[in-house]
């Protein structure tokens, strides 16, 4: 009886989770289509678990500066897009550490992210895949059962 009522409280947490989630989608789709309205936009990001995870959204005009600028940081899907004052008029390729003091660690990260999928996108190149915080820990978790160089001599 105990195992029925956990999986039944662990699927109603999974349902909430999803449907909260794509409310958040839904707020991330609107924002980006309001400033890719006018002009492109440089997404950057900076997943994370325990931390604030953050998303940057920097419309860019054809001179390649940043007109306006968005971003959406926090732990919970309950987190929204904010307007992100300070960075109208710079050009993009040349935001420089210096000129972000004012912005949290998280925060700098993700808006230099979005400078380099720019950076990239420009040059005709991909975007590699930043792997998901869950997936860096199944990765790291995998690497402390497996031994490097060794091979399994096993036979049957």
Do not use: C
């Not at 409280?9 to 958040?24: C, K, M, P, W």
């Not at 987190?79 to 949290?104: A, H, M, P, V, W």
């Amino acid at each position: 009886m105990f195992f029925i009522i956990l999986i039944v409280i662990l699927a109603v947490g999974f349902i909430i989770q999803y449907l909260l989630g794509l409310l958040q989608i839904k707020n991330f789709t609107k924002h980006y289509t309001e400033l890719r309205e006018n002009g492109r936009v440089a997404i950057g990001r900076r997943p994370a678990i325990f931390k604030s995870g953050t998303l940057v959204l920097l419309q860019i005009n054809n001179r390649n500066e940043i007109e306006e600028a968005r971003y959406m940081q926090g732990v919970t899907v309950f987190s929204k897009f904010k307007k992100l004052k300070g960075l109208e008029g710079y050009k993009i390729q040349k935001l420089r550490d210096t000129d972000l003091k004012k912005y949290n660690k998280l925060l700098i990260k993700a808006i230099l992210d979005a400078q380099h999928t720019f950076n990239v996108i420009q040059s005709g190149g991909e975007i590699e895949k930043i792997p998901s915080p869950m997936m860096k820990a199944v990765k790291k978790i995998n690497g402390m059962f497996k031994k490097e160089g060794s091979k399994s001599t096993w036979t049957s």
